[in-house]
């Protein structure tokens, strides 16, 4: 059992828990394998959203600014976020067999995104899988200049409003990456495709596109899935899924203790194994709602940015 005090992590001197529960539910349930693979429905989903991201950016110049905002809050921030679920995806290689497949695409998915972000997030988020909790190496956890700073209410509402910047900036002073050819090219991809749009789209348009990440991020109600997949609300437990409606919009990401279980099995497939394997995921505790994780969170004196479970 993870060890608990006010004003530090849960720490654990145990390995996360998914692989062990993967080796069981194989050994159990060997027909869970036929749900690895690709989908085929991630490609025309994501070019779905990025087109329809890139039109309403070229077109929004033509409205005045609160429609702007109201539009990059209700639309391109549900759009940008869904985005960020499908580069998610493309990372474990769901899109395409070919591991440069997938990498050439998430830079597509990455367009409206505005900032090079895919390739990044490929080898963070891969570290996260193979070290969960692990301390200085997975960056999903708050550093403790967050947990010091955002502290009570206020300071949690502060930090879930602008986390799409902690995640953003904090794996450069957590743990410094070198940049491969696969960076450098995201990079390059990213900005040529900026500087041939904004003399279309015009800064409105690159306003839009920002705007809609930042509201991704933060402010939209999908984004407590941030906080619903590792923050401890059950003592004793490290992942937590989602069951809800909004899981349709997120490529089923809400399926996180099937996904860090099987991340080879895409998320239009994890009800699946949780129907294959029910005594695995139906005892563990879940979420309903991605807003009432956000409210606990911020109002909760209990849950804070401490509220992780970490590995020396």
Do not use: C
């Not at 828990?17 to 993967?22: A, D, Q, S």
């Not at 409206?112 to 960056?139: A, C, L, N």
């Not at 986390?163 to 990079?187: D, E, G, S």
């Amino acid at each position: 059992m993870p060890d608990k005090s006010q004003k530090d992590f849960y720490w654990s001197d145990t390995r996360e828990p998914h692989l062990e529960r993967r080796k069981e539910i194989l050994k159990k349930y060997p027909q869970v394998k036929t749900l690895i693979g690709q989908n085929r429905r991630l490609i025309p989903a994501t070019l779905f959203l990025v087109i329809s991201q890139l039109v309403i950016a070229l077109f929004i110049n033509k409205f005045d600014l609160p429609i702007l905002i109201i539009t990059a809050y209700f639309i391109g921030s549900t759009m940008n976020h869904a985005l960020f679920l499908a580069i998610h995806e493309i990372t474990h290689n769901l899109a395409f067999k070919g591991q440069a497949y997938n990498n050439w695409f998430s830079f597509i998915a990455n367009l409206p995104i505005v900032f090079p972000y895919s390739m990044s997030f490929k080898t963070y988020h891969t570290m996260h899988h193979r070290q969960q909790g692990k301390d200085g190496i997975d960056v999903d956890i708050p550093t403790m200049f967050e947990t010091k700073l955002f502290r009570g209410t206020f300071g949690k509402i502060i930090w879930e409003v602008n986390q799409i910047f902690f995640y953003a900036l904090r794996p450069m002073f957590v743990y410094p990456i070198k940049l491969t050819k696969w960076h450098i090219l995201n990079i390059a991809f990213q900005l040529i495709a900026m500087a041939v749009f904004l003399p279309f789209a015009g800064w409105s348009g690159l306003f839009y596109l920002l705007l809609s990440s930042f509201f991704a991020g933060g402010l939209n109600p999908v984004s407590g899935h941030f906080i619903a997949e590792h923050y401890v609300f059950v003592e004793g437990q490290e992942t937590y899924s989602y069951y809800g409606p909004l899981n349709k919009l997120m490529f089923n990401v809400g399926y996180h203790n099937e996904h860090h279980d099987f991340p080879s099995i895409p998320g239009k497939r994890l009800p699946e194994l949780r129907k294959m394997a029910p005594e695995y995921y139906d005892t563990l505790h879940f979420h309903k709602s991605y807003t009432a994780v956000i409210f606990k969170f911020i109002t909760d004196s209990a849950v804070s940015l401490h509220s992780r479970i970490k590995r020396t």
